[in-house]
């Protein structure tokens, strides 16, 4: 009920409440303006003046107790809200408290990453100091050492020089001093020898006719008992004939001993010793076997191995000699006949270690020949064929026969280039190959085919042609040298070689990328070549750059073969059809 008890000037009005009079408006302000303002000077006596006449008026009317409620009601709401205030000034305050919090919390957790990263830089300097201490005092100490060293060097030298010279020395003393003695001791020896002569002539002179006396009566001796010997053996018949007997039996012993030991031994030449012709055989020998027992026991318990185990081949030539493979190892099981085979391409692509792995995956043994030995053998030739499919019909394994550049000496007959002695060999050994066996398989090898006999030809089964390997083939094949060559003895640590770090695959993929129409053999010279430049250097430490000088110089000494190849394909190109050498340089069969 504020409204009854008047309101500074300013305030809002009260309400209107129906039946009562308007109150009047505010009093007399002109007359309080001139008086003296004090602690009451806001005080409006009139508003109490008016609440009074109101309250009178209310009591009066009828509708006093309406207003009274209406009024209550108004005080009860202005209470809420004002509640409803405070309420909301202590949420706020609890939520600005909050805030306040939460923000010290973060201004301490930002002071803490702070204060954590000041310590890591603290701590990450004074390690950094720690370590240049650490160097500088290494460095120090190595340079004392070295230091130490070279003075130790140069003490140990000086005290060498000093031993020297005094060894010097005195082996020169003892030089003098043994001249002198031999010099005075020459002089004694002269000295008695002059004095004593007349008595040393005596000794001798007695010494020499005591041995003459002697070997006369020994002479004397051993004639009386031969004589009598000779004398009782003569006289006596049945010992004369006996002796005679003896002899005659002695002596065709003997003969008949030589004779048998030469048949034996040509026997045993025919049937187990290797033939001239033969450069290389798996096939066990009898003089092999006293010479290597140890490796011929490996070789007799080895297993069989994969006929393509090291050989890199393009997948369609792979899957190829691979049915060959497997259809000489069972040809070679059920005791059948065997398929010659030729194989042609450029050199070093891998025609004479497939021939070694199919024997060694088939079960058989294997001879390597090659066809320049048969051509300065002249009228030998014909026999040393004979013994070498002699020999190999003898093998109980059955015998695979590589004949290594058969063009030498298997070319047509024809032509004038041949000799009588060559096509002589050359008969025989059609007549030799004029059947398939089971005994041996013939594998020829060459690089111009074309040359070939028309009788040859018609004894070939299987023409294989090894061509240059391509991309993949050749990153096969880097991989596998360098790890033969490189990686694998590194590991090992049992050789002064180490390698560099660097990416060997991607490596490995650059080079076979490089060395684009290389062959087999050059790309394993390769490896070699990597192995030797880590032995030549000073630590033994291969690098990626020592790599990299190796396959340029390859790679230029290729390109330098095939222009030397070229030219000689030009000056041998006098008719239309192309020169063999031509079809090696394009990669297409002849």
């Known amino acids: 009920m504020s409204w009854l008890f008047g309101y500074n000037?300013?305030?809002?009005?009260?309400?209107?409440?129906?039946?009562?009079?308007?109150?009047?408006?505010?009093?007399d302000g002109d007359g309080d303006k001139n008086k003296p303002k004090d602690k009451w000077s806001n005080f409006d006596p009139t508003g109490l003046e008016r609440a009074?006449?109101?309250a009178r008026e209310l009591d009066q009317s009828r509708h006093a107790k309406e207003a009274l409620q209406l009024a209550k009601m108004q005080e009860e709401t202005l209470h809420l809200e004002q509640q409803v205030k405070i309420k909301e000034y202590e949420g706020a305050l609890e939520q600005l408290k909050s805030e306040q919090i939460r923000v010290q919390a973060e201004e301490r957790r930002k002071t803490l990453n702070e204060e954590t990263?000041?310590?890591?830089?603290?701590?990450q300097y004074q390690d950094k100091l720690a370590r240049q201490r650490y160097e500088d005092q290494l460095r120090q100490q190595q340079h004392l050492n070295e230091e130490n060293l070279r003075k130790q060097e140069e003490s140990v030298q000086k005290q060498e020089a000093m031993r020297r010279a005094t060894v010097e020395h005195e082996m020169e003393l003892r030089h003098k001093n043994e001249m002198l003695r031999i010099e005075a001791e020459a002089r004694a020896r002269a000295k008695v020898e002059r004095e004593n002569a007349d008595i040393i002539r005596e000794q001798i002179r007695l010494k020499a006719t005591e041995h003459r006396q002697t070997v006369l009566e020994s002479i004397k001796t051993a004639g009386t008992v031969f004589g009598e010997g000779f004398r009782a053996f003569v006289s006596d018949w049945d010992k004369v004939?006996?002796?005679?007997?003896?002899?005659?039996?002695?002596a065709l012993g003997i003969y008949s001993a030589k004779n048998a030991t030469g048949v034996a031994g040509r026997f045993i030449e025919a049937r187990l010793g290797k033939p001239s012709l033969v450069r290389d055989t798996s096939r066990i020998t009898v003089v092999e076997a006293i010479k290597h027992p140890i490796k011929v026991s490996r070789r007799l318990f080895s297993r069989i191995q994969d006929a393509l185990e090291g050989v890199v081949l393009s997948p369609k030539l792979e899957e190829r000699v691979r049915d060959i493979a497997i259809a000489t190892r069972n040809t070679k099981r059920n005791k059948g006949l065997y398929r010659n085979i030729l194989m042609y391409g450029p050199p070093g692509t891998g025609k004479t270690l497939f021939a070694k792995k199919l024997a060694t995956h088939?079960?058989?043994?294997?001879?390597?020949?090659?066809?320049?030995?048969?051509?300065?053998?002249?009228?030998d030739g014909v026999t040393a064929m004979h013994k070498v499919f002699d020999w190999a019909s003898t093998s109980k394994r059955g015998l695979l026969l590589f004949v290594d550049e058969a063009d030498a000496f298997l070319r047509k007959r024809a032509t004038e280039k041949i000799s009588e002695d060559l096509r002589a060999t050359l008969n025989a050994f059609l007549y030799r190959t004029g059947e398939q066996s089971n005994k041996f398989m013939l594998v020829l090898a060459s690089n111009q085919p074309e040359q070939f006999d028309w009788a040859i030809n018609d004894r070939i089964d299987e023409i294989v042609n090894f061509d240059l390997p391509g991309l993949a083939e050749r990153e096969r094949l880097v991989r596998l040298y360098f790890d033969k060559y490189v990686l694998k003895p590194a590991s090992e640590g049992k050789q002064r070689l180490k390698v560099a770090q660097f990416?060997?695959?991607?490596?490995?993929?650059?080079?076979?990328t490089i060395t684009e129409g290389m062959s087999g053999r050059e790309i394993s010279k390769l490896g070699v070549a990597w192995q030797a430049a880590a032995y030549a250097s000073e630590d033994g430490i291969l690098t990626e750059a020592m790599i990299d000088a190796r396959v340029d110089d390859a790679v230029r000494q290729h390109k330098q073969k095939m222009e030397w190849l070229k030219a000689e394909a030009k000056e041998g190109d006098k008719g239309t059809s192309k020169n063999p050498l031509q079809h090696l340089l394009e990669g297409t069969p002849v």
Do not use: F, H, W
Not at 241 to 250: D, E, H, K, N, V
């Open 362 to 379: 088939s079960g058989m043994d294997y001879a390597i020949m090659t066809g320049g030995d048969v051509a300065p053998m002249g009228r």
């Open 503 to 512: 990416d060997y695959g991607k490596k490995c993929s650059e080079l076979a």
């Open 117 to 123: 990263k000041q310590n890591q830089a603290r701590a």
């Open 9 to 27: 000037k300013g305030q809002q009005a009260p309400p209107l409440v129906p039946g009562l009079p308007v109150p009047p408006p505010g009093g």
């Open 52 to 54: 009074a006449k109101a």
């Open 241 to 250: 004939t006996a002796t005679a007997t003896g002899l005659t039996l002695l």
